[in-house]
């Protein structure tokens, strides 16, 4: 009983310690990704500005309209689905309180509002985020179980060049589209309940949305497209090519991708709704 009381006791103390260890660990863990992340992007940004640049150093147009058709156009319909739920749960919810106001026709205004500046581009990357991202990162995973990277590495080929600059580039071109698809849905399918459900005049309902809308709301909600596909496509990537361990580890790396890929769109977004806020542009 002594004995036991003791090795208690000892746990007890050391509590802390491991819990700060812990904390310390996943700190290092973020600075980690952070730091990788960053190295990963200088290097696929060298390697698309010697494509501009030097006529010898070509990506392949191929991989990037491949990558384009798998990446964002597979991903359409899933966005319009999607981002047309939420403009009619956006009219149905907020209609009721702007009609306590005599208001009903406002439901445009905020429609608009919401998705061109905050719900379109998140809408959209968190749909390619489980339909693209983790494809990406299984499908370089695999390819690194397979020994086909130490193969392109052999012949002298560099990966980042032939395997995360045409992702990269699809995965940002298809964001900054697919926002704009998600965007007109949203707004079209809560102009439809407007008008034919909560008896608002489809002339007025139009006029509401143009004067309510500014170029400002849809370069802000196009900016935040832009940054989610490029952290996107370089959180899938690194991933992908950091797999080892075989089927379990293609699998932990795809689990990873959705994880950190959605915490860091929800912070950036927070980022640049904050600047966006502090310099006058809500």
């Known amino acids: 009983m002594a004995e036991q009381s003791e090795s208690t ?20 863990s973020i600075f980690d990704l952070v730091g990788s992340l960053f190295w990963l992007g200088r290097d696929t940004c060298e390697w698309m500005w010697r494509a501009f640049v030097l006529r010898r150093v070509r990506i392949g147009s191929g991989a990037i309209t ?24 956006l009219a149905l919810q907020t209609s009721p309180t702007l009609e306590q106001y ?11 509002v919401s998705v061109f500046r905050e719900l379109g581009p998140l809408i959209a990357a968190i749909v390619m985020v489980g339909f693209a991202g983790a494809s990406i990162a299984a499908e370089i995973g695999t390819m690194v179980v397979g020994e086909e990277v130490e193969a392109l590495e052999a012949m ?7 395997l995360v600059v045409p992702r990269l580039a699809a995965t940002v071109t ?23 459900v909560l008896g608002i005049p489809y002339d ?33 990537c690194y991933n992908g090519l950091r797999v080892t361990g075989g089927a379990a580890g293609v699998g932990k790396a795809t689990t990873e991708t959705v994880v950190q890929t959605v ?16 310099i006058g542009w809500t």
Request: net charge positive; hydrophobic share 60%.
């Open 9 to 28: 006791a000892a746990a007890t103390a050391n509590a802390p310690i491991r819990l700060l260890d812990s904390w310390i660990d996943f700190w290092m």
């Open 66 to 89: 491949s990558q384009l058709v798998r990446v964002g156009v597979r991903s359409i319909s899933i966005v319009m689905l999607v981002s047309g739920s939420i403009g009619i749960i």
């Open 174 to 196: 298809s964001l900054l589209a697919l926002a704009v698809v998600s965007n007109l849905t949203a707004v079209f399918f809560g102009m439809v309940i407007g008008t034919l």
């Open 102 to 112: 005599g208001q009903t026709d406002k439901v445009a205004n905020l429609v608009g």
């Open 204 to 236: 007025l309902y139009v006029s509401n949305t143009i004067s309510q809308l500014k170029m400002s709301d849809f370069l802000t909600g196009l900016m935040k497209a832009g940054v989610f596909g490029l952290l996107l496509g370089l959180i899938a």
């Open 263 to 278: 915490i860091f769109v929800i912070l950036s977004d927070l980022f640049f709704s904050a600047i966006f806020y502090a």
């Open 156 to 162: 002298g080929l560099n990966p980042v060049r032939y």
